[in-house]
């Protein structure tokens, strides 16, 4: 059942019914509070608007790939209390399976206040916890029938390692989501063929590197992934991966540029793509549009469209998140978007 007034889960194209997505990691609460400005210390102010939302980067990006009519399952665990309902109404109300979501009496869901500055556009995270994560117990090789594609955002980092490693046996490439460090979380790394990161963590891995490429190019080389993608906000992206033959796209709305360098050691060729953001006329609010942007590069991977042009997409469905309040409510539906987004760009030959 969807709630009232919300609309129906989108249909599923015909050729994307076998493009099933599993994503292991976070399902949370948001308690997003929007205020004037951001408190003094010892400050008492009054929001402008509070609301509680779905939250959680795995539960976020599978919301904005079945909206682009990806057929989507989530692994995670949540407590049998108020906030564990309000995550799995959402969730089911836009058509992503449940199953593999366990449900605990004794464990308390993930709760976050989100604080959101009106007048700087900012937006300041505190977040409870679980008091347990998904075991490896709870994961079964049956998870991945069907699965094209898996998505983790290093959370439940045991749980995750164990079904990299299923998924590895199947030949079932991995997504990885990683912000910053977690217990096991190389280890994770070591699995993934396609990884996603902030800003900050590539220096946090290589904190000698002297350029932000070159921190990429070290991330890349460490779990040998086909592409390592850092998100820079305002500054929209970089991609970088090893310079092999693939096919080219363009993009006729955002400023794409690529270059190459050769590394002096290992004496290979780096590809360094990188994409404007799009643009935005308000923003409204900022949480998710991370998690917004990399539902647009797993549509990219299950879709097998040129890099350019999956850049282009996870940047117009980061971008049109923006103009609503929490992680999800102005996530675009696939009627919504422009089938030469949606379909890549025209390739070029090389």
């Not at 599923?12 to 292991?24: C, E, G, K, Q």
């Amino acid at each position: 059942m969807t709630s009232a007034g919300a609309p129906p889960p989108v249909a599923i194209p015909l050729f994307l019914t076998n493009s099933r997505v599993l994503s292991l990691g976070l399902a949370a609460v948001d308690l997003l509070a929007r205020v004037p400005a951001f408190p003094r210390p010892d400050e008492k102010i009054r929001t402008t608007a509070l609301d509680v939302l779905g939250g959680g980067n795995a539960a976020n990006t599978l919301t904005a790939l079945r909206r682009l009519g990806v057929p989507c399952a989530l692994a995670s665990k949540l407590g049998d209390d108020m906030y564990g309902r309000v995550a799995l109404r959402e969730l089911q109300a836009d058509g992503i399976d449940t199953r593999f979501v366990r449900v605990c009496p004794y464990v308390n869901t993930t709760f976050t206040y989100v604080i959101v500055d009106n007048a700087h556009n900012t937006r300041t995270c505190i977040s409870t916890p679980a008091s347990e994560d998904l075991f490896e117990s709870d994961i079964d090789h049956s998870m991945l029938d069907g699965v094209q594609l898996l998505l983790l955002d290093g959370r439940h980092t045991l749980a995750a390692v164990r079904l990299a490693q299923l998924a590895k046996q199947r030949e079932i490439p991995i997504l990885l989501d990683i912000e910053r460090e977690r217990p096991h979380i190389r280890q994770l790394l070591s699995y993934a063929d396609y990884v996603i990161t902030n800003s900050m963590y590539p220096q946090v891995f290589a904190p000698d590197a002297k350029q932000p490429s070159q921190a990429l190019q070290q991330l890349l080389e460490y779990c040998d992934a086909r592409f390592v993608i850092s998100t820079r906000g305002a500054s929209g992206s970089v991609l970088v991966r090893e310079n092999t033959a693939r096919k080219k796209g363009f993009s006729p709305s955002l400023k794409v540029h690529s270059c190459s360098f050769v590394d002096a050691e290992s004496k290979r060729e780096y590809e360094v793509i990188e994409c404007a953001a799009w643009p935005v006329e308000q923003i409204v609010d900022s949480t998710g549009a991370g998690d917004a942007f990399i539902a647009g590069v797993a549509y990219g991977v299950l879709t097998d469209m040129d890099l350019e042009g999956m850049l282009s997409l996870g940047a117009y469905i980061a971008a049109t998140k923006l103009s609503g309040v929490g992680s999800r409510s102005a996530l675009p539906r696939r009627e919504d978007i422009g089938e030469h987004l949606l379909g890549g760009f025209p390739a070029l030959s090389d």
